[in-house]
């Protein structure tokens, strides 16, 4: 069973960085596409950053492109998201995900296109 799990997230002033980790177990991530969402209160869930299974193509909503980086270990089985000169409006809980149907994919933007999700993890920006 694939079990994805996010790590790093906590409370920082806006200005501040963090970096997610989403480690899998279960299944090897190395040849399939990644992303990151996010889910603020009272808000739809939303795309943040996706990354190719070779880790050659990445991309970004508007509101992170410059901010945030998302990256992949293939030999550690986890996928980064760094966050820097973070906003209050960065406040969410951050998901991962993993399209595993689709070997040696490229970029995902929508979740429909992810089959399988982490529980996620919270960021608090503090202004």
């Known amino acids: 069973q694939v079990q994805l799990v996010e790590s790093g997230g906590g409370l920082v002033q806006a200005g501040g960085s963090l970096r997610l980790s989403c480690a899998a177990s279960g299944r090897t991530l190395s040849r399939y596409p990644m992303g990151w969402f996010r889910q603020a209160p009272g808000k739809e869930r939303e795309f943040v950053a996706a990354?190719?299974?070779?880790?050659?193509?990445?991309n970004y909503t508007d509101s992170v492109k410059g901010r945030f980086t998302i990256s992949r270990d293939n030999v550690k089985n986890t996928v980064y998201l760094q966050m820097n000169s973070l906003k209050p409006e960065d406040t969410a809980v951050y998901y991962c995900?993993?399209?595993?149907?689709?070997?040696?994919?490229?970029?995902?933007?929508?979740?429909?296109?992810?089959?399988?999700w982490g529980q996620g993890t919270q960021v608090s920006v503090s202004s």
């Open positions: 990354i190719s299974w070779s880790g050659v193509n990445t």
């Open positions: 995900a993993a399209d595993l149907s689709s070997l040696y994919g490229g970029i995902r933007q929508r979740r429909y296109e992810y089959d399988y």
